[in-house]
């Protein structure tokens, strides 16, 4: 059920307010927000570096991506290489 908020100013558009359950799964996804991101960066600080294999060949196929992607920087083709493996 959608409803709208008036505006306190006038001139000014009203907000679209879906229901008040939209409100609800908002304020428990910033809840959540910074409880997650806590869990990662313990499970970071947990885990060896040594546990992700790297490519021998990495640097080989940076530059053969940004060869084939010469206006991306480097960390996308890091990023892109991980995703593929």
Sequence with gaps: MANFLPSKEPG??????????SFVDAFRHYARAPMIREAVERA?????????AVPDDLEEQVKYYLEENPESPWEEAVAEI????
């Design 12 to 21: 000014r558009r009203s907000q679209l307010c879906l229901c008040s359950m």
């Design 82 to 85: 991980v995703r593929r493996n």
């Design 44 to 52: 970071i600080e947990e885990m060896p570096a040594d546990a992700i």
